[in-house]
C-alpha cells in the first residue's frame, strides 16, 4: 500500500484510507532517532494472560541460580529457553555450545572483548574493528574503561595493522540491514564476535542456522521486551565462556532474576505456540511481527519515492527456513542517502521536527541518516506524515 498525498490534509493512503490520525502534535518533535521496539508492544497486550507472571516476595532472593552450573546465575529455566527458541526459529546451532546470559547484550559486548582480548603484553591493547557504516555504540562503549586490554580502531574495511584484532559482524547490520561476513584481510590474528541482535524472521529471512564461535542475541529485538535487559552469548570455547561469566561476575554478580522469569515465559509462550502445545488468541509472534514490519516498509518506502530527496538502498531477498517463503528483509531501521546538495540528512530532518541519527555516528559521511521502523505507531505514523512534506521538484 503506497501512501499519497493531495497536498493538504487529511492524508490518505492510494486505496483511499486516511493516515491515521497521531497522538503527537504537529510541533512536538518525532524521535525515530532510538531503536526501542515499541512496535510490538500492542501484540503483547493482546498476549497479557498467557504472559503474565506472578514473583511472591520470598523467591529468587539468592545471588546464585544453580551452583553446579558454569553460569551460575542463570535459571535452568532460562536456560532451556533460550535453546528452544533457537530450535524452533532455526537460526543458531546451540548443540555442544555454552549459553552465557547478560544483562542485555550490551554487557555481553564488555565480557566478551574482556574475555578476547590477550591478557599478557605485547598483544594489547588489542584493535577492535567494525565496517562502516557500523552500529553507533561500538565506538564510545569499547572506548568508555578507556581499557588496558582493549581499544576501538574503526573501520574493518581499511584495516591494514599487522596486529591482531577483534572484528565486530552485524548481521543483519545496524543501521542499514545488509548480511554481513568478516572483511578484515590482515594476516595478524583476529577474533570475531557476532552481533545477531536482529536475525528474527520479522526482521530478515533466516537462510542460515549459524555456528560461530561466538554469537549474541537479546531479547531486546526478538520478542520486544528491550526493558528486561535480557540477552544472551552462544559460545564454543569454554575459556572464552568462563572468562565472560567471570566478567559478569565482577560487574553485576548476575543478571535479575525477575527478568529471567518474565523472559522465561514469554519465550515459553512463543515456543509452545509453534510447537502446537497451547494455542493462543492471537496471531503467531513471529508471523504477525513480520507482517507489520513489512506493512511499515511499504508505506515508508511509497514516502520517500515521492519526496526526490533521499534514496534507499534495496532490502535483501532470500528464501526462509523459518517461514519456507521467499522474502525480503524488513530491517529495523531505514538507512537513507541524501540528494545532491544536501551535506547533512539528519540537520535537513531536523527542519521538519524530525529526530534521526546522522551518518557520522555509523562511521560514514552526514549524506546518510538513520531512521527507526520499530517505533510506537503513533510515531510511525506521525513520521510518515512528516516526511509526505519533504518533497523536492
Ligand atoms: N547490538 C545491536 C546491533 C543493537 O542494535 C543493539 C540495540 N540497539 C544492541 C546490540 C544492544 O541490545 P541490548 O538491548 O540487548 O543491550
Not at 61 to 66: A, G, R
Amino acid at each position: 500500500m503506497v501512501v499519497a498525498s493531495n497536498g493538504s490534509s487529511p492524508l490518505v493512503y492510494s486505496n483511499g484510507t486516511k493516515v491515521p490520525q497521531s497522538t503527537l502534535s504537529s510541533d512536538s518533535v518525532v524521535n525515530v532517532e532510538k531503536g526501542d521496539p515499541m512496535i510490538f508492544s500492542p501484540y503483547w497486550e493482546k498476549m497479557n494472560d498467557e504472559c503474565t507472571v506472578v514473583i511472591k516476595a520470598q523467591e529468587l532472593m539468592s545471588y546464585v541460580c544453580d551452583e553446579n552450573s558454569l553460569c551460575f546465575y542463570m535459571l535452568p529455566q532460562m536456560r532451556d529457553a533460550i535453546l528452544r527458541i533457537h530450535n524452533v526459529v532455526g537460526n543458531a546451532v546451540t548443540k555442544d555450545n555454552y549459553i552465557v546470559l547478560g544483562t542485555g547484550s550490551s554487557q555481553l559486548y564488555h565480557a566478551a572483548l574482556y574475555a578476547l582480548s590477550p591478557s599478557q603484553p605485547p598483544n594489547h591493547p588489542i584493535n577492535v574493528v567494525a565496517a562502516a557504516p557500523y552500529y553507533s555504540e561500538y565506538p564510545d562503549a569499547t572506548e568508555v574503561l578507556q581499557s588496558r586490554l582493549f581499544k576501538w580502531s574503526g573501520d574493518a574495511n581499511t584495516y591494514n595493522k599487522n596486529e591482531p584484532y577483534i572484528e565486530l559482524v552485524t548481521s543483519p547490520n545496524n543501521p542499514d540491514g545488509a548480511m554481513r561476513t568478516p572483511v578484515v584481510k590482515s594476516k595478524a590474528q583476529g577474533k570475531i564476535i557476532y552481533d545477531l541482535a536482529y536475525y528474527w524472521p520479522q526482521f530478515t529471512p533466516i537462510t542460515h542456522q549459524l555456528n560461530h564461535d561466538l554469537m549474541l542475541f537479546t531479547l531486546s529485538k526478538s520478542t520486544g521486551h528491550a526493558g528486561s535487559r535480557i540477552g544472551w552469548a552462544i559460545v564454543k570455547d569454554i575459556e572464552v565462556a568462563k572468562n565472560m561469566i567471570k566478567f559478569m561476575r565482577l560487574s553485576s554478580v548476575g543478571v535479575s532474576r525477575e527478568s529471567q522469569i518474565r523472559a522465561t515465559k514469554l519465550l515459553e509462550v512463543i515456543c509452545d505456540s509453534y510447537q502446537n502445545l497451547k494455542s493462543i488468541k492471537s496471531e503467531l509472534f513471529f508471523s504477525h511481527s513480520k507482517r507489520l514490519m513489512k506493512e511499515r516498509w511499504e508505506k515508508f518506502k511509497g514516502v520517500i519515492e515521492q519526496s526526490n530527496v533521499f534514496t534507499l538502498v534495496k532490502n535483501p531477498i532470500a528464501y526462509c527456513n523459518f517461514t519456507k517463503e521467499t522474502s525480503e528483509s524488513y530491517p529495523a531501521f531505514a538507512w537513507l542517502k541524501s540528494a545532491e546538495g544536501i551535506k547533512d540528512g539528519e540537520k535537513y530532518l531536523e527542519k521538519f521536527n524530525i529526530c534521526t541519527r546522522g551518518g557520522e555516528r555509523f562511521g560514514v559521511d552526514a549524506k546518510y541518516v538513520r531512521i527507526s521502523m520499530i517505533s510506537t505507531d503513533g510515531e510511525f505514523n506521525e513520521l510518515l506524515r512528516r516526511l509526505l512534506k519533504v518533497k523536492r521538484g
